[in-house]
């Protein structure tokens, strides 16, 4: 089976653009082709810094050189990645603005082809651009009139860290957008990665208020212990595995009883708990690409379909597994 495709993700800088809002974003993806890297898989992501002039100055007076110009054709697949500026509201009456927003009205999103993610008043650029209308959308809240008059046509979201309408993703600033991208990053390589990536970088992963619950890929995760991170990862990536508790403690190098007492105070659910609820998260989304529910027990580490039907109704939504399938 061929590699995944790279994609190219964009990062257009402007003259102040807020640093926050691009530098953790971009660490998180460098960090998901490490542990992709170790993983023995290949790397995901390439990373681009482009603008509408090769130097300019950060938000904080860090000056940027060598940034690409804005390119006249985008490879499939490519993220375009806008970031905020500092200021009450945003200027587009300056040389740098004008050029990017002609940029920008060239382009056309489309879902896994071009994707649009936008941080904080990234959201104004495109915005005025002309990319938004009928999205949903969110940005700072301090932007957020201003994006309604901006563009009328756009239903804009308050009080959401991000909201996502493929395929434009907007997020509600600064620290927010390293949230998007942890979402973004568990949709095109898998929650254990987005995971790992979140332990790595000391961030509690998070949604909307509004959106589904966490899946127990990335539940269970607020705490810095590294041995039950151990665990956690190699239950995540493995979850056929025959686990038991003391095959998990080789892991975390403790004791069974140990790495019980471990689990419930670090994460308030028992080792085989966890396991079980990994396992229905990834025969839920079996189901949910059209396997059977046989096929679906057997891919998610289940004996059988009896136990998978048995977690379900302990664990799971309502209904039947079968339910889950799409009609």
């Not at 904080?60 to 009450?88: F, I, K």
């Not at 000391?202 to 949604?207: C, S």
């Not at 979850?239 to 975390?252: D, F, L, Q, S, Y």
């Given at each position: 089976m061929a590699a995944p495709a790279v994609i190219q993700v964009l990062f257009v800088l402007m003259p102040n653009s807020l640093i926050l809002d691009w530098a953790g974003p971009a660490e998180a993806l460098r960090?998901?082709?490490q542990c992709l890297r170790a993983q023995g898989q290949a790397e995901r992501f390439a990373l681009q810094f482009v603008g509408p002039?090769?130097?300019?100055?950060?938000?904080?007076?860090?000056?940027?050189?060598?940034?690409?110009?804005?390119?006249?054709?985008?490879?499939?697949?490519?993220?375009?990645?806008?970031?905020?500026?500092?200021?009450?509201?945003?200027?587009?009456?300056?040389?740098?603005?004008r050029a990017v927003l002609h940029w920008l009205r060239g382009l056309r999103p489309q879902r896994q082809q071009l994707e649009l993610v936008t941080v904080c008043a990234g959201t104004l650029l495109a915005a005025h651009a002309g990319l938004l209308a009928g999205r949903r959308v969110t940005t700072h809240h301090q932007h957020l009139d201003e994006l309604r008059g901006v563009e009328p046509h756009c239903e804009v979201v308050a009080n959401r860290v991000f909201v996502e309408d493929a395929p434009v993703y907007s997020s509600a600033g600064v620290t927010t957008g390293i949230d998007l991208v942890l979402q973004r990053i568990a949709d095109t390589c898998g929650e254990p990665i987005a995971a790992q990536v979140a332990q790595t970088m000391?961030?509690?992963?998070?949604?909307g208020p509004h959106d589904p619950e966490l899946s127990p890929f990335l539940s269970y995760r607020n705490h810095m212990h590294p041995a039950l991170h151990r665990v956690?990862?190699?239950?995540?990536?493995?979850?056929?595995?025959?686990?038991?508790?003391?095959?998990?403690?080789?892991?975390?190098?403790?004791?069974?009883?140990?790495?019980?007492r471990l689990f419930v105070e670090y994460t308030q659910i028992a080792p085989l708990q966890y396991l079980r609820r990994i396992r229905l998260a990834v025969a839920q989304t079996a189901l949910q690409s059209g396997h059977s529910v046989n096929q679906a027990a057997e891919l998610a580490g289940f004996s059988s379909d009896t136990q998978l039907r048995r977690a379900w109704h302990q664990l799971g939504p309502t209904g039947a597994p079968s339910q889950a399938r799409p009609a």
């Open positions: 960090i998901a082709n002039e090769a130097d300019n100055v950060s938000s904080v007076g860090a000056l940027l050189t060598g940034l690409q110009p804005l390119p006249a054709v985008l490879p499939a697949p490519s993220w375009v990645v806008l970031v905020g500026l500092p200021g009450s509201t945003i200027a587009v009456d300056n040389a740098p603005a000391v961030v509690a992963l998070r949604r956690q990862d190699a239950v995540s990536l493995d979850p056929r595995h025959g686990w038991t508790v003391p095959r998990m403690a080789e892991i975390a190098h403790t004791s069974p009883r140990h790495l019980t």
